[in-house]
């Protein structure tokens, strides 16, 4: 909308007696390109519980099993079948709500959720609306990239059991869809968050956090290519102190680039189509890993009313503590969240604290430690077998070069050929000054190469020793200084970068070996006396 | 009920009870009160976004006007409910609330039962259940309910 | 042989008296020659056959094998309860063909227990209605002052009268229902055919039968019996009932049926104490409470005369009878209608026509095969069901409708703990409002509106999960039977089938004899 001029009002020049008009601006029909936009992303997050068997019956939960063998009765909604919940299940929803920090609710209810569709063969999902199993917790994460590193703090309003469905494969040319129900019946916890994320970044970063406390605590694999993981996003967009726009949900992302682009793509999408004088409709929506959109999934019709109601055949679940427990006189095992909140294993925030405090280490680097599977592990057998070893040194040595030379030889740490023990001298070598920094890239190499020779025996070897004797090395720095005078004088007048060649032309002259920390020391210190 | 008649009630129960010389705990008459019509909410009017609404949700079909009917005479009995005062009463969704949801151990006990699972269904394809494409919504059908045919 | 109770038919296979084969001739031969009371939709005459033929085998063995509690009894099973690899139809054109793959936990039970199955019998469709008259397979008649014509009776074969789904009242004869919904099993147990049978009861389904067909009809404490197998009509309420001719009878069943089962999670998990009930019974300390409001518009002076009588006979043998109340009994089936109807609509989700039952020729879309197979496998009574549960529960009804009624449900069941906090043991009350009422004058009437006069005596006691048993008082002044029902606390079934027997020992109720008929060519 090109912004056009109005006349205001005219009038006559004192000096030259010429009539003047003065001109506005005139305003663009719509105030949406001035503020700037602001979009606002919620999940829900399906996670499939890691259980022998399924969270209502008995078969097996196991991923890729041949058609309709780990189907019961009840799976295939045969009438006359009941629902029995599966103990398993309870507790591991209860050991993830209380890794996401929230509040086990003590009694909590089932509910039957009606839709029709063909891998549902009860025609309802029985699941926890109005009364879930827990409530109102929250995750720390950090978003990082190159540029960029950032803490936040996602708000979790509450967690749920409930089954998954069929799987249909949808036959185009036939106009058939062959069902199988080994999913079906399947436990999931859904995790909703609050709309709490700002954009595909955010969001993503998020669920690699939850990835990362799932696979920690083992109540789900997270296999995202399996559909293990699954996630929904509500997206909307507004403009800045303007009420929330109305929101799409994008379905069943199943991977983190997807979770990234598809909201990110329907971002885009909102705000153009809001720009264009369009309005956001109120819809479902999948996102095309093909051409990298988010495109309409269903019917352009009104939401679904799932007619939620209790389910008859489960009275309410009562969950204790180790006070109310003592209560109970039934001989019929009981959940108590006392004990399992002491299962809970170190969850990565607890991790990355400790790391931080212990090592005093900073959060940056203590967050790539975290994320990369095993490197911890990795990183404190090192500072135990070698004590005395700068912390500092070590994971900045993990991380800028061992991870590095992992990758390009397609290693995971765990196929880490380099010993901690080794490891550990290479960063002692480095850290006493007997190599220099480039000097211990290289003996990295070597001992990716051969693995049974100490560093300090290829060191000398390759005679890779630093040459730290001040004296020597004030030899060498003599020298140099003796054989280029004009460069002495141009120092002498101001022009300090001259230092560097002085000193470069030294390292040359030691082969390379001068510790260049010493080296430049020397030099400074000559040049300065003379 | 007039005070004439309830005299005369109450005179001719005594006297049938001094007669039996014994005084039988079972009422002579029916209790039940008569409910207030007026106070009774009204039945709202079934317009055709409901029926379709009601269709969709149900897949089943009304089939005709006496079925709506019904359905207004079945809201109209549940009314009558509002004239219960549950002011303060928590819902009662199941007689064992008080007792404590029996939880099964996490083992595989059902399942590989292929036969049995798919012994029922009319069609299937190399062990798979066979359904039509889905996510298509009914065709609304053309469907007279201004008749008012037999239930059919 | 077949006037036996089961108690002593029991006896006499134990101890050799008469053997299995000859009395599942009998009942076999009595089956045939009741086969216009339209009892039963499947008969198992065959699995009957080797059955008994196994029993006496038994016997005969040289090695001591356990003798089971129902060695060689024949019984009969409403045919909502899924048997194995026998059809189980629910009455209905959706589950015509449907061949169960596993048995009912309580089925399984009783034929662990030596019993044997003599068919399936006949219900209103999906256990909806009080009469029996819903069923795709015809209405059940009531033995009761039935004119059984010689013509039909000689036939082995199953002259069932194939009444086509969209037109079932169309029949003129005048003759009684059953009641309903477990019509078929009350009829099965009245007229003979066997000394024990399952039905299903949920707002009356079981005890209304009962009283209609002069038999005891008990319905224990909802979560004492296993409902896992039983097709379910409305699971927070429906439990599996007994019919028998006596209480003793109906106490041995229970006895082999009752106990927590891992596939039922609304089965309570105590240890379930078998107990048999004592001969002598002495009802001094007894107190029994006459809700007054039972005595509501539409009782019949014969049955009002019969529940009188049973007060009066309480009260001059040494009990202590009050009149208590149970003020929301009228809002009881009000309340029923809401919860019924919800449940059904969420029930009958699932009869879609891809895993089993009925599927329509309509391959368009998912949804056109869904709607098209439900209309062609429900009845009216079942769709106007969905539809109004599907009214209630909609977003905006909600709260209105069924949290309304899960709150009144409280109060009903509030109103019977008060009532026995204040002291009362059991309550009495007739069953029915009347005796069995003739088929014409039944079908005049839409089958809720029925559903609403029939069961309101037999229903608040499903909403607050109480046992209740009827029990056969006397006979009309037109020489029907008239139901007296007992209603007991929760738990306490034992207590209850107690108070029932010395009742029963009191009024010795005179079975229906049926002996003529096997005279009969």
Not at chain 1, 208 to 228: P, Y
Not at chain 2, 6 to 30: A, D, H, N
Not at chain 3, 278 to 287: A, E, F, Q, V
């Amino acid at each position: 909308m090109a912004a056009s001029m109005q006349k205001i009002s005219s009038h006559i020049c004192q000096l030259c007696k010429r009539r003047y008009l003065t001109f506005k601006h005139k305003r663009s029909s719509s105030n949406l390109k001035s503020k700037p936009w602001k979009s606002v992303v919620g999940l829900e997050i399906h996670a499939q519980i890691n259980t022998e068997s399924k969270l209502f019956s008995g078969a097996e939960n196991k991923f890729g099993g041949p058609t309709n063998t780990q189907v019961s009765l009840f799976d295939a909604a045969f009438p006359g079948t009941l629902p029995v919940l599966n103990k398993g299940c309870v507790e591991a929803g209860v050991l993830t709500a209380l890794a996401l920090r929230c509040t086990v609710n003590k009694v909590s209810k089932f509910d039957r959720k009606h839709y029709f569709y063909a891998d549902l063969p009860a025609g309802y999902q029985i699941t926890q609306q109005r009364q879930p199993l827990a409530v109102k917790g929250h995750v720390d994460y950090c978003i990082s990239d190159k540029n960029s590193f950032e803490t936040k703090t996602a708000n979790i309003t509450q967690i749920q059991l409930e089954q998954d469905s069929g799987k249909s494969l949808h036959d185009e040319k036939d106009r058939i869809s062959l069902i199988d129900l080994n999913r079906c019946g399947t436990g999931l916890m859904e995790i909703v968050t609050e709309p709490d994320f700002s954009d595909g970044t955010d969001a993503s970063a998020f669920v690699k956090e939850l990835q990362k406390i799932l696979q920690t605590i083992k109540t789900c694999d997270c296999k995202m290519e399996e559909g293990s993981l699954r996630v929904d996003a509500n997206i909307s967009v507004h403009k800045l102190g303007e009420p929330l726009g109305i929101r799409t949900e994008v379905k069943n992302l199943n991977s983190i680039k997807s979770v990234s682009k598809a909201i990110s793509f329907e971002v885009k999408r909102q705000i153009e189509l809001l720009e264009n004088g369009g309005i956001v409709e109120n819809e479902t929506r999948s996102f095309d890993t093909e051409i990298d959109e988010t495109v309409p999934m269903r019917d352009k019709e009104v939401k679904t009313d799932y007619r939620f109601m209790p389910e008859p055949n489960l009275p309410p679940l009562h969950l204790f503590d180790s006070e109310s427990v003592k209560t109970v006189s039934s001989k019929m095992s009981v959940i108590n969240i006392d004990d399992i909140q002491q299962k809970l294993p170190p969850l990565p925030e607890d991790t990355r604290k400790r790391l931080e405090q212990q090592y005093s280490l900073k959060r940056r680097d203590v967050a790539v430690l975290v994320d990369n599977s095993g490197l911890v592990d990795y990183f404190e057998d090192v500072m135990r077998l070698s004590p005395t070893t700068s912390a500092k040194l070590v994971s900045n040595f993990i991380i800028n070069q061992l991870l590095g030379v992992l990758n390009d030889r397609k290693l995971t740490i765990y196929k880490c050929p380099v010993k901690t023990e080794d490891f550990g001298k290479l960063i002692d070598l480095l850290h006493t000054e007997e190599i220099s920094y480039s000097t211990s890239c290289k003996v990295l190499d070597e001992m990716f190469e051969h693995p049974n020779i100490a560093p300090k025996d290829i060191v000398d070897q390759k005679d890779w020793r630093q040459i730290s004797d001040t004296q020597i090395l004030t030899n060498i720095c003599e020298k140099v200084l003796e054989e280029h005078p004009k460069l002495i004088s141009k120092y002498r007048k101001g022009k300090l970068k001259y230092l560097h060649t002085l000193v470069n032309k030294a390292v040359i002259d030691s082969n390379n070996k001068a510790n260049p920390r010493i080296l430049k020391q020397i030099m400074e210190d000559l040049l300065d006396n003379k | 009920m007039s005070l004439t008649k309830l005299t005369c009630r109450l005179w001719l129960q005594r006297v049938s009870r001094i007669k039996k010389g014994f005084c039988s705990k079972v009422p002579k008459t029916p209790i039940w009160e008569e409910l207030d019509n007026t106070k009774i909410p009204n039945v709202p009017q079934i317009d055709q976004e409901m029926i379709n609404h009601l269709e969709r949700v149900s897949l089943v079909e009304f089939n005709n006007q006496a079925g709506i009917e019904r359905l207004s005479k079945a809201i109209e009995s549940a009314n009558k409910l509002h004239m219960v005062n549950t002011d303060g009463i928590e819902p009662m969704e199941s007689v064992l609330e008080d007792r404590m949801l029996y939880l099964r151990e996490d083992k595989v006990t059902d399942g590989k039962c292929k036969q049995e699972v798919l012994s029922n269904a009319v069609k299937t394809i190399e062990d798979y259940f066979v359904a039509p494409p889905g996510n298509i919504p009914l065709k609304t059908k053309e469907r007279d309910y201004g008749s008012n045919s037999n239930g059919s | 042989m077949l006037s036996l109770t089961l108690k002593e038919a029991v006896h006499k296979l134990r101890d050799g008296s008469i053997t299995a084969k000859d009395l599942c001739e009998k009942c076999i031969e009595r089956l045939n020659k009741t086969q216009q009371l339209n009892a039963f939709i499947t008969e198992t005459v065959d699995i009957s056959r080797d059955s008994a033929a196994e029993t006496d085998k038994r016997r005969q063995k040289s090695k001591p094998m356990r003798w089971r509690k129902l060695e060689g009894l024949p019984i009969a099973v409403k045919d909502n309860f899924c048997t194995t690899g026998i059809r189980t139809s629910c009455a209905t054109t959706m589950l015509q063909n449907y061949i169960p793959p596993y048995t009912a936990t309580v089925v399984q039970r009783l034929q662990d227990e030596g019993a044997y199955l003599i068919g399936k019998t006949n219900m209103d469709e999906f256990a909806m209605g009080s009469g029996s008259v819903d069923g795709i397979h015809g209405p059940v008649r009531n033995p009761w002052k039935y004119k059984f014509t010689s013509s039909n009776t000689s036939e082995q074969t199953k002259p069932i009268e194939q009444v086509s789904m969209r037109n079932y009242h169309t029949s003129t004869d005048d003759w009684h229902i059953a009641g309903g919904s477990s019509g078929g099993s009350a009829a099965a147990v009245a007229s003979g055919v066997c000394f024990g049978a399952l039905g299903s009861d949920t707002g009356g389904s079981t005890r209304n039968p009962a009283a209609y067909c002069g038999v005891v009809g008990f319905k224990p404490t909802y979560g004492m019996l296993s409902r896992h197998g039983l097709v379910p009509l409305v699971n927070s309420m429906d439990v599996p009932a007994l019919f028998s001719k006596t209480v003793d009878d109906a106490s041995i069943l229970f006895n082999v049926m009752a106990g927590h089962d891992v596939h039922d999670s609304t089965t309570v998990t105590d240890e379930f104490n078998h107990f048999t009930l004592p001969d002598n019974i002495d009802i001094k300390d007894l107190h029994i409470g006459i809700p007054k409001e039972y005595h509501a518009p539409g009782l019949s002076k014969d049955v009002h005369n019969a529940w009188e009588e049973a007060a009066d006979m309480f009260e001059k043998a040494g009990a202590k009878v009050t009149q208590v109340s149970l003020p929301h009994t009228q809002y009881s089936i009000l309340c029923y209608i809401v919860l019924n109807c919800c449940e059904v609509a969420s029930n009958m989700a699932r009869y879609d026509g891809i895993e089993f039952g009925h599927r329509a020729a309509n391959e368009d879309s998912t949804e056109e095969l869904y709607a098209a197979t439900r209309h062609e496998g429900f009845n009216d009574v079942v769709r106007d069901r969905i539809l109004a549960g599907n009214y209630f529960l909609l977003r905006q009804n909600y709260e209105k409708y069924f949290a309304k009624a899960m709150q009144v449900r409280r109060l009903i069941s509030e109103d019977f703990k008060k009532v026995y906090a204040s002291g009362v043991d059991i309550l009495l009350t007739p069953t029915t409002l009347t005796t069995a009422p003739t088929y014409k004058w039944f079908t005049e009437r839409d089958n809720r509106t029925s559903s609403e006069e029939q069961d309101i005596f037999t229903q608040p006691v499903n909403m607050a999960g109480v046992p209740a048993i009827s029990v056969p008082s006397k006979l009309s002044t037109d020489g029907l039977p008239i139901g007296l029902q007992f209603i007991g606390q929760n738990f306490k079934d034992k207590e209850l089938l107690t108070i029932a027997k010395w009742y029963e020992q009191q009024v010795q109720f005179k079975q229906l004899d049926l002996d003529y008929l096997d005279t009969v060519s």
